[in-house]
């Protein structure tokens, strides 16, 4: 902290901060982030900085970019949109940084989207919804698997199991309830029926009389979408009632600390996640299984269990420092060029192909369906 | 003219900072939700200051504007303006509609019904995903236009969100030296006495809870067209204690002191980012200790505090100042 | 059906006692101080967040030790809160004192997040995880040991305010101060063990929910609103009308999720509260308040 920033801190005149001049550092690459470090979403925005942080050192050691050093700005936005769209302000007015890798949640990534759109400065966002990047916007990507390629995934499996009849609960954060449109828009065309739709608020604390009413249908599995100790509770409420339907769970859920809440009720428990949980358990041909087992490795000897949203953060940061390296320099316009040509990338989240009408560059086969057996990670074939 | 010597102040302040400062971050951005939080405290304070009535769910009103201009220029292609004044019609009439059960209650009773309300408002935001977009938010709100002139940069949006604060203000202080702001500040004092001097409470507490209630409106319609973006979460519980504390803080029944708190919350978030982990904390202490050592607000804590120095440079012998917003509400 | 509606009984019950006991805390600090204290809350997180921290890993206490210092750490907590916010702002307004005290909770969180960080955190279940069948519906253990805590606590609270000479110190400063501090009763310590016994309140509550419902640093917030909502229909400065408030409330949810929307079940609870207020002013046991001219 230098002395600037120590004195407009003390708050006593907000014209110190007026007057202090923008210092911008000659040949350094800046790149902004706001990320739900703190609030309920912290367990998306806390790996996602640590692994920006532990990358942008790594990178730097190694000698930077074009010979340029990275500078990383983050700020917390709580998970709240409006502190996002103050943030991805000051970012882009204030600390003028040269790319936006961030946005944990999609409220704070769609808040965000006009500006980014309006002051054109290319922006990777590390938000799940599919309204994202559809429509596609030019200066917008993303690199975390959508809620739409959740569902679709998890329907794939319930066909397989010979599913048909499935009651829904869902949260009532962006998180819950974007992935619940997305799934009672596409269980129609796969042929399944959605017999209950339940939800649950944020912090509620006892789910039983959702799953009661569930329990009385005639459905053939539950399918819980939501992140937080939402799922966790559920789980164990499906449990402690004797419910003895399959249990499914999204990619929100995809941490060990989800096994740690539920505990011995999530044994059973499917879910689709990005083959990072598994990295150990892949056949050696699988081409992710370098890398996967690298990032797992370095994020786990520093911080603890790894989760497949840092591996967002990894894939968000790498995509743009190849697409800088390409472009030749910082342009803002030519490195959205290079982002949009972004090609075979190998990345945590699977491999890339981005395409002016394809933002993300995923298909399905990125998506694994995971089950929780003896409180471990397995791979469902 | 004594009474319009701080709205010539803060006018002149309001044009002479973008001057000094031209594509300022803090000028042109911070200001600008300065300048927004300052209209809604105003109102507020008009509430909480004058009438001496809690509302823990202002945020309600602001967010009943701020949606209605949302969805009425996204879904059904209204213009702008026209969905302004249908967003303070709905408020307005929500508020009157609220006003007579609501505002019978009293102290924490009172605090309890509007942050109920508040509350209801923002899960039926959430839950009417098919108006509201739920909350993942409303996108794609045009911007707004005055004569063909666009405002559609940050400078633009700082001239007429400083504009209309400046209205804002204007407005609340001749409602406070009229005929009806006497009659709220009687209210405050003791509600049965008010009405022993033949003042018709329950219309006058009504009048100033539509106001409140119409310029919160007025905020939020102006807040969608400069966000092109409007989720929930900006309406909820925390914000209406925001703009309870950025009143509190300015000093209760003070104006001015309302807009001085409004900036204050909102630059002191803006420079405590540094701290980062430490934000919440520090911000909590900062908010006690304010509250504890200035529960008269901070503005006017300072403004008499300045009176009496004065006082002691001019007289040897100080008399006792009394100040503007000491008095106590009653608890019960 | 009735199967149906028994397990949402049992499921309002349980959460209704949480809310019980929070909003026992709100009425007590009222009670004896005229505030309305928004960190009860944060003493609900504080006791379950250090009840983990003490337990954990290979190096944890046992747990009865564990579950002992974090209901003492609280109560450390609300009395300095007592005496070093609260105390020094005596004679504030209304708006001013939930002003501070909404600055002491998020201060309180904001500690919460340096010392613990932000992971969600369990705590084992104090007698198994195997559900208790009653009829269809079923209850873990753990709700057992929830009702029976907050049953024996409400009822210590009303033996120590009905019968014990501290506890009718404490409800003597808050009827009259200045006549209370004349007949010789210490209104300063009183203070003390009023928030003390509120914090004592609010850790139980903390460790007997955080196995079923998770701890994090932010867990107090949303309890905190429920207690106050809680206290406010039951009527303020009534604790046995605080408590009712509570299992009240936690019934009209779990109704409300079982029988019309999950979506809108607190919305549907606070309809309820405002519509009781609205008949009601002082809430379903208050006593109706006189303005003194």
Redesign the interface.
């Known amino acids: ?1 230098n002395i600037r ?1 120590t004195l ?2 003390l ?1 006593i005149s ?1 014209l110190v ?3 202090a001049a923008q210092a911008v550092a000659a040949g350094t690459i800046k790149i902004g982030s706001f990320l739900a ?4 979403a ?2 998306l925005g ?1 790996p996602e900085l640590k692994t920006l942080q532990m990358y942008i050192d790594e990178i730097n050691t190694k000698g930077g970019v074009n010979g340029m050093q990275l500078e990383l700005v983050h ?2 936005t709580g998970g ?3 502190e996002a ?2 943030f991805a ?2 970012l882009i ?2 600390d003028r940084v040269d790319v936006i890798v961030g946005g944990s949640t ?2 704070s990534t ?2 965000v ?3 980014v759109e309006k002051d054109r400065i290319p922006f990777i966002s590390l938000a799940g ?1 599919v ?1 994202i990047i559809d429509p596609v916007k030019k200066w917008v990507f993303k690199v975390p698997h959508t809620d739409r390629m959740a569902a679709a995934k998890i329907f794939e499996d319930m066909k397989k199991r010979g599913i048909k009849r499935i009651a829904l609960i869902s949260g ?3 998180f819950g ?2 992935g619940r ?1 997305q799934v009672l828009a596409l269980a129609p065309e796969q042929g399944i029926e959605v017999v209950s739709d ?4 944020a ?1 509620d ?2 789910m ?3 799953l ?2 569930i329990r ?1 249908t005639d459905a053939q599995a539950i399918l819980c979408f939501g992140f ?2 939402g799922p ?2 559920v789980t ?1 409420n499906v ?4 419910i003895e339907l399959p249990l499914y769970q999204s990619h929100g859920v995809a941490s060990k ?1 989800f096994i ?2 539920a ?3 999530a044994e059973g428990v499917r879910l689709p996640a990005s083959a990072l949980l598994v990295a150990d358990k892949l056949p050696a041909s699988d081409p992710q299984k370098g890398l996967l087992l690298a990032y797992k490795q370095r994020f786990e000897s520093k911080y603890g269990p790894v989760s497949t949203f840092g591996g967002h953060a990894y894939d968000g940061l790498m995509i743009t420092v190849r697409a800088i390296e390409r472009a030749g320099g910082t342009d803002k316009a030519k490195v959205r060029d290079e982002i949009e040509k972004t090609r075979g990338f190998i990345g945590t989240g699977g491999i890339f192909n981005m395409s002016p009408t394809d933002h993300l560059g995923l298909d399905l086969s990125a998506f694994k369906m995971l089950e929780i057996k003896h409180g471990d990670w397995t791979i469902v074939e | 003219m004594k009474r319009l010597r701080g709205l010539f102040l803060l006018t002149l302040l309001v044009v002479i900072l973008p001057l000094l400062f031209p594509d300022n971050y803090y000028v042109t951005v911070v200001a600008v939700s300065a300048a927004l939080h300052a209209i809604l405290a105003v109102g507020l304070n008009l509430l909480m200051g004058y009438a001496g009535l809690i509302s823990l769910g202002h945020a309600a009103f602001f967010g009943i504007g701020a949606y209605t201009s949302g969805i009425v220029t996204t879904r059904f292609g209204l213009d702008p303006w026209s969905a302004m004044a249908a967003g303070m019609l709905l408020t307005g009439t929500i508020a009157f509609v609220m006003a007579r059960p609501i505002l019978r209650l009293k102290g924490h009773y009172l605090a309890m019904a509007t942050l109920g309300l508040g509350i209801i408002v923002q899960i039926v935001l959430v839950q009417t995903e098919e108006l509201t977009g739920g909350p993942d938010g409303l996108g794609g709100i045009p911007p707004l236009s005055l004569f063909g002139w666009e405002v559609d940069s940050d400078l633009r949006w700082y001239m007429l969100m400083s504009a209309v604060m400046l209205l804002v203000v204007w407005l609340a202080l001749n409602i406070i030296d009229s005929r009806s702001g006497r009659a709220l500040r009687a209210l405050h004092g003791s509600e049965v006495a008010a009405e022993m001097m033949g003042i018709d409470t329950t219309v006058t507490k009504t009048g100033v809870f539509v106001v409140a209630a119409l310029s919160a409106s007025l905020a939020g319609s102006l807040f969608a067209h400069q966000q092109a973006f409007i989720s929930p979460d900006s309406f909820n519980f925390f914000f209406s204690i925001e703009l309870v504390t950025m009143v509190v803080l300015g000093g209760m029944a003070s104006t001015f002191g309302a807009v001085f708190g409004a900036f204050v919350l909102t630059f002191l978030p803006e420079l405590l980012v540094i701290f980062e982990d430490y934000e919440v904390m520090i911000f909590g202490a900062i908010l006690m200790l304010m509250m504890i050592f200035l529960p008269q607000g901070l503005f006017v804590g300072l403004r008499d505090l300045l009176r009496r120095l004065l006082q002691q440079q001019r007289a040897p012998a100080p008399a006792p100042v009394v100040p503007a917003g000491e008095d106590k509400h009653d608890a019960a | 059906m009735a199967d149906q509606i028994l397990q949402f009984l049992l499921t309002g019950i349980t959460v209704g006692a949480t809310y019980a006991l929070v909003a026992l805390g709100f009425a007590i600090i009222y009670n004896a101080s005229d505030v309305v204290n928004f960190a009860q809350g944060e003493f609900v997180m504080i006791g379950a967040m250090s009840a983990v921290a003490l337990s954990a890993g290979d190096g944890g206490l046992p747990m009865p030790v564990a579950l002992l210092l974090a209901v003492l750490i609280t109560v450390g907590v609300g009395v300095l809160l007592q005496r070093f916010a609260i105390a020094p702002a005596r004679g504030a307004s209304v708006v001013t004192t939930i002003i501070i005290t909404i600055g002491a909770s998020i201060f309180l969180r904001g500690v919460a997040l340096l010392v613990w960080g932000k992971d969600i955190f369990a705590l084992p279940a104090f007698s198994g995880d195997a559900p208790i069948h009653i009829g269809q519906a079923t209850l873990l253990p753990q709700n057992l040991w929830v009702m029976g805590g907050a049953g024996l606590m409400v009822l210590g609270v009303h033996w120590f305010f009905g019968h014990t000479t501290i506890g009718k110190a404490v409800l003597a400063c808050s009827c009259n101060r200045t006549a209370a501090h004349l007949v010789g009763i210490n209104v300063g310590l009183m203070m003390l063990i009023a928030y003390g016994l509120s914090a004592f309140l609010g850790a139980m509550a903390g460790v007997l929910v955080a196995p079923i419902t998770f701890t994090s640093y932010d867990a107090g917030v949303m309890l905190g609103l429920k207690g106050f909502a809680a206290a406010i229909l039951g009527g303020m400065g009534n604790p046995m009308g605080a408590v009712a408030g509570g299992l009240l409330l936690g019934l009209i949810e779990s109704l409300s999720a079982g029988l019309i929307s999950s979506g809108y079940k607190d919305a549907i609870g606070f309809v309820i509260l405002l519509l009781v207020l609205f008949f009601r002013p002082s809430g379903l046991f208050g006593r109706a308040s006189v303005e003194r001219v």
């Open positions: 902290m920033k407009a801190t708050g907000a901060g007026l007057s470090v703190t609030g309920p912290a367990f806390d700020y917390d709240k949109a409006k769209v103050g302000k000051r007015k204030k999609s409220g769609l808040a989207i006009p500006l919804s309204k009532s954060g962006g309830k974007s449109s339940e939800s649950y608020g912090k604390t006892d039983t009389a959702q009661t009413k009385n937080g100790t966790a509770i164990k449990r402690q009632l004797g600390k740690e809440l505990g011995a009720a």
